[in-house]
């Protein structure tokens, strides 16, 4: 049985990638890959980078699918289209929702089998909430940096 945890993560992803690719719909091509002076990501860095991060940890560690990550590519690539990166945020949000309904409650209290130096032996559970914070915080970068390029504010 999936836990309470693993359904609301569920629920927060279908969300947050939901808009996730609203914000990249909402994003002019001409700005897609766009930077500002004192900004080191452009929109579709952090849309890479967001979808990189879920399919790594959990639809790769938690549910065993065979992505690959290249985290450096995430933030070095600018010729994705709209159209693929917005195919990309549905291979992440089928995978992550793959990998959580196998979660029980048991599984969730375990420690976490792969996660950067920082947070290792840290549970399941505890690292779910860190990468649904991770979403968040870069979904609102995300969006302050689409309404600034979409302003037309001066670099």
Not at 6 to 22: C, F, K, M, N, P
Not at 96 to 109: M, N, P
């Amino acid at each position: 049985m999936t836990s309470k945890l693993t359904s609301d993560v569920s629920e927060i992803v279908v969300r947050d990638l939901g808009a996730l690719a609203q914000e990249l719909e909402d994003t002019p091509l001409e700005h897609l890959w766009e930077v500002r002076e004192g900004v080191n990501n452009s929109v579709g860095s952090l849309a890479l980078h967001l979808c990189g991060n879920l399919r790594h940890f959990i639809g790769h560690g938690l549910g065993q699918d065979d992505y690959v990550r290249d985290p450096e590519a995430e933030f070095a690539r600018r010729d994705a289209s709209k159209e693929e990166i917005l195919q990309e945020i549905e291979r992440t949000q089928t995978a992550t929702l793959a990998a959580l309904s196998g979660l029980s409650e048991k599984d969730v209290q375990s420690p976490m089998p792969i996660t950067p130096p920082r947070h290792e032996g840290r549970s399941i559970g505890f690292f779910l909430v860190q990468l649904c914070c991770h979403l968040s915080w870069h979904r609102g970068q995300l969006n302050y940096l689409r309404r600034i390029l979409d302003a037309g504010a001066p670099g």
